[in-house]
């Protein structure tokens, strides 16, 4: 492309890989950038269980961390036209782009069980977790609240509110936090049997029906509860499938490793929406920002007509907060399988609030100093081992994604 043109680049979603990308894309004076968002804030999203809790609003204002170069359009796009390279948004309105970064993000899965979805509230996304705050405020406190789902978010969950003092009971249809190490595993009980929280686990321990006034377990037990928080699960929009791009069977959209859509080189996708090579990373912000700095510098790679470089970052560890005074820092090897160490306990808790500050921390210093980000450059050679292992899978055509 001329240097002296102006390039149009939109990017779809306002979470943390898009916020990243946007950024980036503004260190050059010609391009453009148009960041399309359905909501006129940032979602500080792991901090949703706080706004649960009472102890986070869980939103940041975008002036706070979005470049003053980038165009912010609080709509939602209905389909992308990749042909024609235009969106239509659910205003009616049509955007036209030269390149796209498609940051769609996630929210919770459609639940298959049983009442799950007529009596279960999730917490994946601001407006789950803002429907599911007064609706707790109306529960006694001493009424026993059931969380569904021990990974991360069900751990949080049922900590924060416990630490409230609100008897809660923790379903976790098998193993507690499966990420974990099994030395970090036994300190997360032990941090929430001080708590309170009643941990349901092992086998027989799936949800096999809700109901209004109860949760029903595959070994036959009736657990009664006022409220069930639900966070089994994660789903990503069928923005790309319904566009007719190509998709791994969840619906992300299927890249190479340099971020770029394998049916159209002017489409880049980052976060979790994103599956590239078929070997999606995992669903998190320590995922996402790197990938939305990748995606945008394969962009700018191809503005100026160079090689755009691959995926090539590495996973360190996962933190989980537990109450406001306990939290664990669980450490991992470079293919992200967690090993022994941890940090738990008051340090724990110290390092994940930090982790909280840092990551719009990184966004506002990415959008001061555009291309200042290098975490997406720190190497990772288990992911190119773990290429070359894997077999070959065939993409799945959009029509036909499950």
Same mark, same amino acid.
């Given at each position: 492309?001329?240097?002296? =043109?102006?390039?149009?680049?939109?990017?779809?979603? @306002?979470?943390?890989? %898009?916020?990243?990308?946007?950024?980036?894309?503004?260190?050059?004076?010609?391009?453009?950038?148009?960041?399309?968002?359905?909501?006129?804030?940032?979602?500080?999203?792991?901090?949703?269980?706080?706004?649960?809790?009472?102890?986070?609003?869980?939103?940041?204002?975008?002036?706070?961390?979005?470049?003053?170069?980038?165009?912010?359009?609080?709509?939602?796009? =209905?389909? +992308?036209?990749?042909?024609?390279?235009?969106?239509?948004? &659910?205003?009616?309105?049509?955007?036209?782009?030269?390149?796209?970064?498609?940051?769609?993000?996630?929210?919770? *899965?459609?639940?298959?069980?049983?009442? *799950?979805?007529?009596?279960?509230?999730?917490?994946?996304?601001? =407006?789950?977790?803002?429907?599911?705050?007064?609706?707790?405020?109306?529960?006694?406190?001493?009424?026993?609240?059931?969380?569904? @789902?021990?990974?991360?978010?069900? +751990?949080?969950?049922?900590?924060?509110?416990? =630490?409230?003092?609100? &008897?809660?009971?923790?379903?976790?249809?098998?193993?507690?936090?499966?990420?974990?190490?099994?030395?970090?595993?036994?300190?997360?009980?032990?941090?929430?049997?001080?708590?309170?929280?009643?941990?349901?686990?092992?086998?027989?321990? /799936?949800?096999?029906? !809700?109901?209004?006034?109860? !949760?029903?377990?595959?070994?036959?037990?009736?657990?009664?509860?006022?409220?069930? +928080?639900?966070?089994?699960?994660?789903?990503?929009?069928?923005?790309?499938?319904?566009?007719?791009?190509?998709?791994? *069977?969840? %619906?992300?959209?299927?890249?190479?490793?340099?971020?770029?859509?394998?049916?159209?080189?002017?489409?880049?996708?980052?976060?979790?929406? &994103?599956?590239?090579?078929?070997?999606?990373?995992?669903?998190?912000?320590?995922? *996402?920002?790197?990938?939305?700095?990748?995606?945008?510098?394969?962009?700018?790679?191809?503005?100026?007509?160079?090689?755009?470089?691959?995926?090539?970052?590495?996973? &360190?560890?996962?933190?989980?907060? $537990?109450?406001?005074?306990?939290?664990?820092?669980?450490?991992?090897?470079?293919?992200?399988?967690?090993?022994?160490?941890?940090?738990?306990?008051?340090?724990?808790? /110290?390092? /994940?609030?930090?982790?909280? /500050?840092?990551?719009?921390?990184?966004?506002?210093?990415?959008?001061?100093?555009?291309?200042?980000?290098?975490?997406?450059?720190? %190497?990772?050679?288990?992911?190119?081992?773990? $290429?070359?292992?894997?077999?070959?899978?065939?993409?799945?055509?959009?029509?036909?994604?499950?």
């Amino acid at each position: 492309m001329n240097a002296y =043109e102006n390039t149009e680049v939109v990017v779809i979603g @306002g979470g943390y890989a %898009g916020v990243m990308a946007a950024n980036r894309l503004t260190q050059r004076g010609d391009v453009t950038v148009t960041l399309v968002n359905p909501r006129a804030d940032f979602v500080h999203r792991v901090r949703l269980h706080q706004l649960v809790g009472g102890s986070d609003a869980a939103v940041i204002a975008y002036r706070d961390v979005l470049a003053e170069g980038v165009r912010l359009t609080v709509d939602t796009v =209905e389909h +992308i036209d990749a042909g024609a390279r235009t969106l239509a948004l &659910a205003s009616g309105a049509t955007l036209a782009y030269d390149y796209l970064v498609y940051a769609v993000g996630s929210a919770a *899965a459609d639940p298959t069980v049983p009442g *799950a979805a007529r009596y279960a509230y999730p917490i994946a996304t601001l =407006e789950d977790a803002q429907r599911l705050r007064p609706a707790l405020d109306a529960v006694p406190p001493t009424a026993a609240v059931t969380v569904v @789902g021990a990974g991360p978010t069900g +751990i949080e969950t049922a900590a924060e509110l416990a =630490e409230q003092g609100r &008897a809660v009971t923790l379903v976790c249809g098998g193993v507690l936090g499966p990420y974990l190490h099994a030395r970090g595993r036994r300190t997360v009980a032990a941090r929430l049997a001080r708590l309170g929280v009643t941990v349901i686990d092992g086998p027989g321990t /799936k949800v096999t029906a !809700v109901t209004q006034d109860a !949760v029903h377990l595959a070994d036959g037990r009736e657990l009664p509860t006022p409220l069930t +928080i639900w966070t089994v699960g994660f789903a990503v929009p069928d923005l790309a499938v319904r566009s007719g791009l190509t998709t791994d *069977a969840l %619906g992300r959209l299927l890249t190479d490793e340099t971020l770029t859509s394998v049916d159209d080189a002017h489409i880049v996708a980052a976060g979790d929406s &994103a599956a590239p090579s078929g070997l999606p990373l995992r669903m998190s912000c320590q995922a *996402a920002m790197p990938m939305g700095a990748r995606a945008a510098d394969t962009v700018l790679a191809r503005i100026a007509d160079t090689q755009p470089e691959t995926l090539n970052q590495p996973f &360190a560890a996962q933190c989980i907060s $537990l109450g406001r005074n306990g939290g664990i820092f669980q450490f991992a090897n470079r293919l992200d399988a967690a090993v022994w160490f941890n940090i738990n306990g008051a340090l724990g808790a /110290k390092l /994940k609030e930090t982790v909280c /500050k840092v990551i719009p921390k990184h966004l506002a210093d990415e959008a001061a100093e555009p291309g200042s980000y290098s975490l997406h450059r720190s %190497g990772d050679t288990a992911r190119r081992r773990r $290429l070359q292992a894997a077999p070959a899978q065939p993409p799945t055509p959009a029509n036909q994604a499950a």
